[in-house]
C-alpha cells in the first residue's frame, strides 16, 4: 500500500499472530494502532488483552461484549431462514464475522482511523468477508491484510519477529490445527486435519461430549418461539445470549452438533473442516418442527428453495447487502406466524422432535384424520387426481403414436 497510513484498527486477539501484526503495522507504516477485541462468546481470557496490547504498542485499546447483540441480530435472523451451508455448515464463523468488522468500523469513525486491519491469511474465506462489509459500510476505508503483503510466512519467522520485538507469545505448544470459536460453533481445520482421510481424534472436541460418552438416559426439553426467534426453555424466559449457552449446554451433554465437513470455499479451494455446534444444531430442528404446523405449504417451498442462496450469501461474506437485506425482510414476514411450542428428546449425538403445537398452527385434525370426517370428499381426490395426470397422459399417447 503506497498511501499514507495515519491510524489504523486493528481485529486483535491477542495471540502470536495478530501481536505480531500489531507491531508490524507500527513499525512498517510508522503509524498509531488502536486494537479492537469482541467477545462473541469465545470463552477465551480478555482481561489480559489490553495490557498486551498497550505493552506491545497499542494507543488504546477497545474489548466489547458483543453477545446479546451477536445472537439477537445475527444468529437468529440467520436461523428463521433455517441457514445450512452445502447442506451440512450452520456457517458459525460466517455469522459472526460482519458483526465484528461492524463494531471495528464504528470505531474507526469514532476515532478517526483511515485503515483497518485484520489476521486473517490469504487463502480463506474471513479475508473475503472482513473487507466486503467493510467497504460495504465505509467505501473509502483503507485496508492492509498483512497475510498478503509481508514475508513473514511461517510460524518460525513469526515466533522470531516476536522474540527481536519483546512481544510476548504463548510458550504452549502450537495445537496441530487451527480454531475458531464463538457462541455459535467451534471449527478446527488445517494441520493434522487437511487429510481428508484422517479421523479427528476425540481429544480436539471441545463443546460436546462424544455420544458413546453421552447419558443413557433421554432428556426432553420444551422450547418457544415466538415470530421465528425463540424466547424460552422448559418455560423459562430468557434473553437471546443466555438462551443459547442453555442451549449449548445441553447439546454439548449429549453429544449434539458435531460435523466433519469438505466444503467449497468462495475463493476457489476445497477445505476440510470439522465442527461443534450443538446449541445451533438444536435451534434448526426445533424451528424446522415449529414452522412445519404454522407456514403455509407454497410459503415454505418458496423459502427453503431460497436457503441454499442466501447460505451462500452469508458464506462468502455479503451480509451488508442489498439482496441479503431484501431476502431478511420476506423472510422475516414468513415467520410472524411461527409461534408455538416444540418438545424435543436429546439423547446420543440426536435430537428428535417429540410434539409441536401453536395458537397459529394451521395444521387441522379434521381434514387430516383417516376416520370419518364433514369436511373432506375423498371422491373429490378422483378429478384433481385426473388434471394433473393429463398432460403425463397426453405425452405417453403421442408416445404410442410414434
Avoid at 16 to 43: H, M, N, P
Avoid at 46 to 52: N, W
Avoid at 353 to 374: C, I, M, N, P
Wanted: charged share 30%; with cysteine.
Amino acid at each position: 500500500m503506497s498511501e499514507k497510513i495515519n491510524k489504523v484498527v486493528l481485529a486483535y486477539s491477542g495471540g502470536l499472530d495478530t501481536s505480531v501484526i500489531l507491531r508490524w503495522l507500527i513499525e512498517k507504516y510508522d503509524c498509531e494502532v488502536i486494537c479492537f477485541s469482541a467477545d462473541i462468546g469465545q470463552e477465551e481470557e480478555l482481561d489480559t488483552i489490553e495490557g498486551k496490547a498497550i505493552k506491545t504498542g497499542a494507543s488504546r485499546v477497545y474489548i466489547d461484549d458483543l453477545q446479546e447483540e451477536f445472537i439477537r441480530d445475527y444468529v437468529f435472523p440467520a436461523f428463521r431462514a433455517n441457514v445450512i451451508y452445502e447442506g451440512q455448515y450452520l456457517l458459525g464463523t460466517s455469522i459472526a464475522r460482519p458483526l465484528i468488522a461492524k463494531r471495528q468500523i464504528e470505531i474507526a469513525k469514532t476515532e478517526g482511523a483511515d485503515t483497518v486491519s485484520h489476521g486473517a491469511t490469504g487463502k480463506g474465506n474471513d479475508q473475503v468477508r472482513f473487507e466486503l462489509a467493510y467497504y460495504a459500510l465505509k467505501p473509502d476505508i483503507k485496508i492492509v491484510a498483512p497475510w498478503r503483503i509481508w514475508d513473514l510466512t511461517s510460524r518460525t519467522a513469526l515466533m522470531a519477529f516476536a522474540e527481536k520485538h519483546g512481544i510476548e507469545v504463548p510458550t504452549t505448544p502450537k495445537k496441530p490445527y487451527s480454531t475458531d470459536r464463538n457462541m455459535l460453533h467451534i471449527s478446527y481445520e488445517g494441520g493434522i486435519l487437511e487429510d481428508p482421510w484422517h479421523a479427528p481424534s476425540e481429544d480436539i472436541f471441545t463443546l460436546t461430549v462424544s455420544p458413546r460418552n453421552a447419558p443413557d438416559e433421554a432428556e426432553e426439553i420444551e422450547i418457544r418461539f415466538e415470530q421465528g426467534d425463540p424466547l424460552a426453555i422448559n418455560g423459562k424466559d430468557m434473553s437471546p445470549a443466555v438462551l443459547f449457552k442453555e442451549l449449548n449446554r445441553l447439546g454439548g451433554k449429549h453429544g449434539i452438533g458435531r460435523a466433519d465437513i469438505v466444503e467449497n470455499r468462495f475463493v476457489g479451494m476445497k477445505s476440510r473442516g470439522v465442527y461443534e455446534t450443538p446449541g445451533g444444531t438444536i435451534l434448526r430442528i426445533a424451528h424446522i418442527a415449529m414452522e412445519s404446523i404454522t407456514m403455509d405449504r407454497e410459503v415454505v417451498h418458496l423459502r427453503d428453495s431460497l436457503i441454499p442462496r442466501y447460505s451462500e450469501m452469508i458464506y462468502n461474506g455479503f451480509w451488508f447487502s442489498p439482496e441479503r437485506e431484501l431476502m431478511q425482510k420476506m423472510i422475516d414476514e414468513s415467520q410472524k406466524d411461527v409461534s408455538g411450542v416444540v418438545r424435543l428428546a436429546l439423547y446420543k449425538g440426536n435430537c428428535t422432535v417429540l410434539g409441536r403445537k401453536s395458537d397459529t398452527s394451521l395444521y387441522s385434525e379434521d381434514f387430516a384424520t383417516f376416520e370419518d370426517d364433514s369436511v373432506y370428499r375423498q371422491d373429490d381426490a378422483e378429478g384433481f387426481i385426473k388434471l394433473n395426470a393429463l398432460r403425463l397422459r397426453i405425452r405417453e399417447m403421442n408416445r404410442q403414436k410414434r
